[in-house]
C-alpha cells in the first residue's frame, strides 16, 4: 500500500513563500492523477489544486489560482505545491491525496499525513 509522505510546511509571515512536497514511499503514484487538500481548525477538508499523471493540465481553486502552483516529478515520484503570497487565510493543515485515476476525477484512494502551515498577520 502506497504511503504519501509530506514535507515543506512551517512557518511564514504574510506574502512569504512555502513549498510543500509529497513523495511515495513503499509505492507510486505514477500514473495517478494529485490533488491537494487544505483543512482550517473548526471546519470541513477543502480542495486547493489538482494535476494530471502527466503534469499537463491543472486546476485550481479560485483563492489560489495566481498564487499557487502544482507540480510533479515523476522521476523522484514527488508532487509538490508551490505557494506564494501567503495570506492568513491560508493557515490550515495541508494534506495531498492520490486520485485513482489519470485524469482529474477528483476520488481518492490514499493520503499524507499532513503538515501544518501557519501565516502570520
Known amino acids: 500500500q502506497v504511503q504519501l509522505v509530506q514535507s515543506g510546511g512551517g512557518v511564514v509571515q504574510a506574502g512569504g513563500s512555502l513549498r510543500l512536497s509529497c513523495a511515495a514511499s513503499g509505492g507510486t503514484f505514477v500514473g495517478h492523477a494529485m490533488g491537494w487538500f487544505r483543512q482550517a481548525p473548526g471546519k470541513d477538508r477543502e480542495f486547493v489544486a489538482a494535476i494530471t499523471w502527466n503534469g499537463d493540465s491543472a486546476h485550481y481553486i479560485e483563492s489560489v489560482k495566481r498564487r499557487f502552483t502544482i507540480s510533479r516529478d515523476n522521476a523522484k515520484d514527488t508532487v509538490y505545491l508551490q505557494m506564494n503570497s501567503l495570506k492568513s487565510d491560508d493557515t490550515a493543515v495541508y494534506y495531498c491525496?492520490?486520485?485513482?485515476?489519470?485524469?482529474?476525477?477528483?476520488?481518492?484512494?490514499?493520503w499524507g499525513q499532513g503538515t501544518q502551515v501557519t501565516v502570520s498577520s
Open positions: 491525496g492520490r486520485d485513482r485515476n489519470t485524469w482529474l476525477s477528483y476520488e481518492y484512494d490514499a
